[in-house]
Structure formats: C-alpha cells, structure tokens
C-alpha cells in the first residue's frame, strides 16, 4: 500500500494568503516550505487510487502527482473520495472534481447530510453536473474499496460547534484505518481529533504509520498571537505541545512511524529550523510536506 500526502496544511495552505503571521513570513521569504491544504491519496496497486478529503487545491495536486494523471481520454485512475468530515478544506474540491463521468463518494451519514445531498449545499450543486454515488461509511464497520485495500472508519468524537446540520452529532468526524490485505500492512490517517480518547488510542495502536492532526502547537497559539479568540481545543484540535498534548500522549503507544499532518499557517513545525521542529526530531516523528510518500 501507497500513500501520497498530497496536501499537509490546514485550511487556507501555509502561506495563508491573508497572514503575516511570523510563520507566513518565512515561507514567504522561502526560509520554509509551502504547503497545500489537507488531503492524501492512497492505492494497493499504484494504478487504482482513492482520494481522502478533497481540498481546494485539488487540481494543483493531482497535477503535481504524476499517478493520478489521466492515461487516455478523460479514464482517471481515481476512484473515489473518502470524507472525513464536512469541513470546507475537505469538501470544496469536490466542486473541481465535477467533470467526472460519475463521482463515487464515501462519507458518514452526518456528513452526508450536512453537505446537503438532494437539497442545498456542495453536494447538490455537484450533482448538478455529475452523478454522485454516495457509499455510507458507518464507523467500526469494515470497508473494502479494492483488490487487496480495506478500510474502516472510526469516529474521532468532536464538540466543536457545528457550523451546517445542528444536531448532527455520531460521524461528525472520523479517522480511517486502512489496509493491505496483502501484506497486513496499516496506516492510520486522522488528521482531525480534539482528544485522543481510549476508544481512539485502540484504533491507533499497532499501526505501522500514523498520519495524525497536528493543527497547533500550543493550544493557545492563535490567541497570542491575536488571531483568534479560541484554543485549538475549542476549534477542534488537540494541540502537540503540554502536559497531555498529542506529542506526551502518542510516546507511549505502538506505532511504526509517526508524521504531523494538516499543519496551520501559524505553527512553527513548518520552519525546519523552528525549537519545535526539533523537539519533533527527537522524539522520532515527522512533518508531512506536499508529496512525502508512505509505503507499507
């Protein structure tokens, strides 16, 4: 199994293009990488590929990834996109993806429901252009999406307010455990979780790479910098840094490899020179960048 890390930031990329946040000045002066938003692509065989999270930066990525390419006409080697949640970082691109011929799609009925199929909303609007077959992901349940590749979903729990389908609750958010069939091979992708609860620590444990939620390094990280009013905790990430952040909690699990995933603009692991940076190196863990490849 492959899996490309097509896009590693969090909303709005790094640079975002309406900060001048330290961090997004040194990428801007080329002191760091630049980074598209979330999304990773995964195949058993390198010819049949899915697609986890669609971001707005889609096209820029399936054109910087030379196996997604099309191979004649308008036949493409992806086969599906698999959701997450509901976030726009993770759904707009689904609007790009409207010249398919048809577009299947795995999402949590929550999500489903809150991107508004049949109604209003990205999904009815997509379905005006192409058909879209929605395969229901229910957490805990066994997926297979091809020949030697299976997945299931877990349910990454969340009280961050919902900002489309009140009420929803169950799904809202989820991590993927996929898998080699062939070679029992795991990786786990959950680029959003607010805690790492027992029933996720479970999910994690044993993987052979984790890709997981790296959004902030402190959680009070926007507030200082008078960016934002809320912690990461209260938009829906657990933070890397503290006494019972990400980084002091993954020490004690199994895991093959670990590697920070949908980074924010303002986080200072992006800078490879950064303290934090090196805190990570340390500690044996990565940062993602656009185009890291991981193979199990």
Excluded at 42 to 49: H, T
Excluded at 151 to 165: L, M, N, Y
Aim: glycine share 10%; with cysteine; proline share 5%.
């Amino acid at each position: 199994m492959l899996l490309r890390v097509l896009g590693s930031a969090a909303g709005g990329g790094s640079p975002q293009w309406n900060c001048g946040c330290p961090v997004c000045a040194a990428v801007r002066s080329r002191a760091g990488l630049a980074r598209t938003q979330s999304s990773v692509a995964v195949s058993a065989d390198r010819r049949r590929w899915f697609l986890i999270n669609a971001s707005p930066d889609v096209r820029t990525q399936i054109e910087a990834s030379p196996g997604l390419h099309p191979q004649d006409d308008r036949t493409t080697p992806l086969e599906a996109v698999l959701l997450t949640d509901a976030e726009l970082d993770h759904t707009l691109g689904l609007l790009l993806l409207r010249e398919a011929r048809a577009l299947r799609l795995y999402a949590t009925p929550a999500v489903h429901k809150t991107l508004g199929a049949g109604g209003s909303g990205i999904l009815s609007t997509l379905e005006r252009y192409c058909p879209v077959q929605w395969r229901a992901v229910i957490p805990g349940t066994d997926l297979v999406l091809a020949d030697g590749l299976s997945c299931r979903a877990f349910d990454a729990p969340t009280d961050k307010r919902a900002r489309f389908a009140a009420g929803v609750d169950h799904g809202r958010v989820v991590g993927y455990r996929l898998t080699d069939e062939r070679s029992g091979g795991t990786l786990v992708y959950l680029p959003g979780v607010q805690s790492l609860t027992p029933e996720l620590r479970t999910e994690i444990e044993g993987c052979a790479c984790l890709l997981i939620d790296g959004t902030c390094w402190r959680d009070d990280e926007l507030v200082r910098l008078g960016l934002a009013g809320k912690t990461s905790r209260e938009m829906g990430h657990l933070p890397i840094d503290g006494p019972d952040g990400s980084l002091a909690q993954l020490r004690s699990l199994r895991v093959g490899r670990t590697v920070f995933v949908h980074m924010n603009n303002t986080n200072p692991i992006l800078l490879e020179d950064a303290p934090e940076r090196r805190v990570l190196d340390e500690y044996g863990m990565e940062v993602a960048m656009d185009g890291l490849e991981v193979q199990v």
